[in-house]
C-alpha cells in the first residue's frame, strides 16, 4: 500500500514570509514613515492591508489541503490572526473617534 507523505510546499513558505512580512510592516510604519514622507507611509498601509487579505487567503488554501505539513503554517496562522486583530483594532478605533 502506498502511502501520501506530508511534506512543506511553496505555499506554506509564501504563507509564512508573507505573515512575517506584514507584521515587520506593522512594526517599521512609524519609523519609516517619519523618515521617509507620509506618502510611504500610506504605501505601507496599503501593503498591511494587501497582506492580511492573502494571508487570510493563503491560509484557507494551505490547511485545505492535505498533503502540506501544517507546522510552519501553524506559525504563520498566528501571525496572521495577530495582524488581522491589529488592524481591526486600529481601523475600530480610527471609525469611533472619526
Known amino acids: 500500500m502506498y502511502y501520501h507523505t506530508k511534506m512543506t510546499t511553496w505555499r506554506t513558505y509564501l504563507f509564512l514570509i508573507l ?3 506584514t507584521t ?5 510604519i512609524d519609523p519609516i514613515s517619519t523618515n521617509a514622507g507620509e506618502s510611504v507611509g500610506i504605501f505601507i498601509m ?4 494587501a497582506g492580511c487579505a ?3 487567503l493563503l491560509a484557507f488554501v494551505v490547511f485545505r489541503t492535505s498533503e502540506e505539513k501544517k507546522g ?4 504563520a496562522l498566528l501571525l496572521t490572526l495577530f495582524n488581522v486583530a491589529i ?3 486600529f ?3 480610527g471609525f469611533r473617534l472619526a
Do not use: D
Open 87 to 89: 488592524t481591526l483594532y
Open 54 to 56: 492573502l494571508s487570510v
Open 24 to 28: 515587520l510592516a506593522m512594526f517599521l
Open 72 to 75: 510552519l503554517a501553524s506559525i
Open 46 to 49: 496599503i501593503f498591511i492591508i
Open 19 to 21: 505573515s512575517l512580512l
Open 91 to 93: 481601523l475600530w478605533v
